[in-house]
């Protein structure tokens, strides 16, 4: 059986189809698109449909599991109908069986209209499934492009305090960062250059996706989102942008002074996540750190090290490329054992 798994983000679409012989998983194919949600939402049909052809004809896909996050952009007034908008047009898209990731398990059409928050923001779920594959007992941390899931698992299961992003703010399993669309000023109140302090500029000149660029973290191709200035993906305008948030620019500041920002940064952004992991560690008492997502080794790794904690990747049972749509495979994996697909 040929089941598609979506993440239906905010920024990005992600994509896992899955071959699965009963429980076995077969091959597993990945792929993600960029798709401001906010703004290009009724391409949302056309999207998963080009995501998959790329990998294989529609007519080859048996199932389709969903999950999201793109409920909360600004297009809609509500979670609510941001949930309902996205299963409509997941629902006209497709016609093989399809269901939806929520924090109870997969839900059909008719279970999302009557509980839709239930699906909001539940991704996180799907990841959880993976990360039991490496250890019963854990916190699993996954920062993609924008926010970090910080879950912890007990005995297979995933024991988190919070069930809504709302919730979740307040308990440490969430911490609204991310590696690239990240702004610098959400995290930063001043940056250290040259033994001074110099306050940030808190306007939208630089995001994460450019310290990373400058510090070769991550290549151009992974700089998949806008660019706040709308100038290229280089490494020279990834400077010029970061130059801003200290209300200077390349003449006033060597590629030396900016490559020292970019490293002071990137720690203080470990140590944001650091500091949702502690509060979720004390809680639960758990002691072994398992990474996904594009951050893993940038900054969840860096961030269980901080606190001594033992680290495993998720990279382990996947390749890099799939640890970075981790929830798109997991919600194959739901999918695939959901009892509405023969």
Avoid at 99 to 127: C, F, H, Q, R
Avoid at 138 to 162: L, Q, R, V
């Amino acid at each position: 059986m040929k089941i598609a798994g979506f993440d239906i983000g905010g920024a990005n679409t992600d994509l896992a189809v899955i071959d699965f012989d009963g429980e076995e998983i077969k091959n597993i194919e990945v792929d993600f698109a960029y798709l401001p949600m906010w703004s290009n939402n009724d391409d949302l049909s056309r999207v998963l449909v080009e995501l998959i052809e790329k990998i294989c004809p529609v007519s080859e896909i048996d199932a389709v599991g969903i999950s999201m996050t793109a409920e909360l952009v600004d297009a809609y007034d509500t979670k609510k109908d941001g949930v309902l908008d996205v299963v409509a047009k997941c629902e006209e898209t497709f016609r093989c069986p399809i269901a939806y990731v929520g924090i109870d398990g997969m839900m059909s059409k008719a279970e999302i209209e009557n509980t839709p928050l239930k699906a909001a923001a539940a991704n996180w779920i799907a990841t959880a499934q993976i990360a039991t594959l490496i250890s019963d007992n854990c916190i699993f941390i996954d920062t993609g492009s924008t926010t970090t899931d910080i879950i912890p698992i007990k005995d297979g299961k995933e024991c988190a305090i919070g069930k809504s992003d709302f919730d979740r703010s307040a308990t440490g399993e969430l911490v609204y960062t991310g590696t690239l669309r990240t702004n610098l000023a959400s995290f930063l109140d001043k940056v250290e250059l040259n033994g001074k302090e110099y306050r940030v500029a808190s306007e939208l000149f630089a995001q994460t996706a450019d310290v990373y660029t400058v510090l070769d973290l991550i290549s151009e191709d992974d700089y998949v989102c806008d660019t706040f200035d709308g100038e290229s993906k280089s490494k020279l305008d990834c400077a010029k942008r970061i130059a801003r948030v200290v209300c200077a620019d390349l003449e006033m500041l060597s590629m030396e002074d900016i490559t020292e920002m970019c490293k002071f940064i990137h720690q203080k952004q470990i140590e944001q996540i650091a500091d949702g992991l502690k509060q979720v560690h004390e809680e639960q008492n758990l002691d072994l750190i398992v990474t996904t997502g594009l951050g893993k080794d940038i900054l969840d790794k860096k961030a269980a090290e901080l606190l001594g904690l033992e680290v495993r990747s998720m990279g382990d049972i996947l390749s890099d490329e799939e640890c970075v749509v981790a929830p798109a495979v997991g919600t194959a994996v739901m999918m695939n054992r959901y009892d509405g697909v023969d």
